[in-house]
C-alpha cells in the first residue's frame, strides 16, 4: 500500500482494479481497509478502479495534530489530483459522508457522482451531547475495559437484527473486542469535527448527482438527518435500508453494493 504526501500529511491509500475510478471515504476511526471487506470486491467485480485510503490521523496516513474538516476535504482533493482520476465517483459513510458532501460542494470539477452514507448536515441536540461526552472521556486518563468498549460499540453501530441474533452478535463482539480502536491523537481529534452550524443551506448549492444512504436503525445519526441532506441537495435521490445501523454497509453488503452499482452505472 502506498503512502503518497499530500498537504503535507503521508496519506496511505490502496488502488484495486482497473476502470472508472471511484474513491471510498471511511468514517471516523477506521481504516479503509474497511470497505475491502464488501464494497470493493463488488465495485472491482463490476469493472471500476476502486480507491481506499485512510484519513489523516489513523491508520497508517500520519497527521495527529489539529485538524478540521475542511483538511480532510483538502486532503482528499488532493489525493484525487495526484492520482489523476478525477472528475470521478465518490462514496463516503458517517465522517466520510461528511467530506464527500463538502468536497461535492467545494470541487464539484473533481466529482461525478456522490454517495453520503449515514450522514447529516446539522448536529441536534443528542448528536451534541454525545460528541462532547465521548470527548470528556477521551480526554481522561481512565481506559474503559476491551469488552465494555465492544458491548458500547455493538449497541451504538448495529441494528436490533444483529443484536438479537445470537450467533451474529457473539461474532461482533469477539471482532469489536479482539480489534479495539486505537485512542491517538488522530482519533480524538476526529471526535471534535462536529458542526456549529447547520450545513443544510449550504448543500442547496451541490450541483453533483447525489444519493444520499440512510439506515434505519442508525442510533449514532440516525435516517432523518440523513433525509435532511437528500431535501437540501437538488435532484438527490435517497433511499432508506431496514435492518441495519450505523454499520449498514457491513450488515447489509449486497443492498449496499446494489444501491452503489446502479447509482455509479446509470
Known amino acids: ?42 465495485l472491482v467485480d463490476a469493472g471500476f478502479r476502486v480507491i481506499t485510503f485512510d484519513n489523516r490521523g489513523v ?40 467530506v464527500v458532501q463538502e468536497l461535492a460542494l467545494a470541487r464539484p470539477d473533481l466529482v461525478t457522482h456522490a454517495v453520503m452514507m449515514a450522514t447529516r448536515g446539522r448536529d441536534d441536540a443528542m448528536r451534541t451531547a454525545m460528541r462532547v461526552a465521548e470527548q470528556e472521556l477521551r480526554a481522561g486518563d481512565v481506559e474503559p475495559p476491551r469488552r465494555h468498549e465492544a458491548i458500547v460499540r455493538a449497541l451504538k ?24 480502536p486505537l485512542w491517538n491523537d488522530g482519533m480524538r481529534t476526529q471526535l471534535t469535527l462536529g458542526m456549529d452550524k447547520s450545513r443544510l443551506d449550504a448543500y442547496r448549492g451541490i450541483t453533483v448527482a447525489s444519493l444520499v444512504i440512510g439506515f434505519a436503525d442508525d442510533l449514532t445519526l440516525p435516517p432523518h438527518l440523513a433525509r435532511e ?19 449498514g454497509y457491513l450488515e447489509r453488503p449486497a443492498e449496499v453494493n446494489a444501491l452503489l452499482l446502479k447509482f455509479f452505472t446509470a
Not at 482497473?18 to 481497509?33: E, I, W
Open 229 to 247: 441532506v437528500a431535501e437540501a441537495i437538488p435532484g438527490a435521490r435517497y433511499e432508506e435500508l431496514d435492518g441495519c445501523g450505523h454499520y
Open 59 to 98: 491508520g497508517d496516513s500520519g497527521g495527529t495534530g489539529a485538524f478540521t474538516i475542511d483538511d480532510l476535504v483538502a486532503d482528499t482533493a488532493g489525493l484525487i489530483e495526484h492520482l489523476d482520476v478525477g472528475p470521478c465517483r465518490l462514496a463516503g459513510t458517517s465522517l466520510g459522508a461528511l
Open 157 to 180: 453501530n448495529l441494528s436490533p437484527r444483529t443484536l438479537n441474533d445470537e450467533a451474529a452478535v457473539r461474532d461482533w463482539l469477539d471482532i469489536f473486542e479482539l480489534s479495539p
Open 1 to 42: 500500500m502506498p503512502v503518497t504526501e499530500i498537504n503535507g500529511i503521508p496519506l496511505n491509500h490502496t488502488v484495486t482494479g482497473s476502470g472508472p475510478p471511484v474513491v471510498l471515504v471511511m468514517g471516523a476511526g477506521a481504516a479503509g481497509r474497511v470497505w475491502h471487506l464488501h464494497q470493493v470486491p463488488a
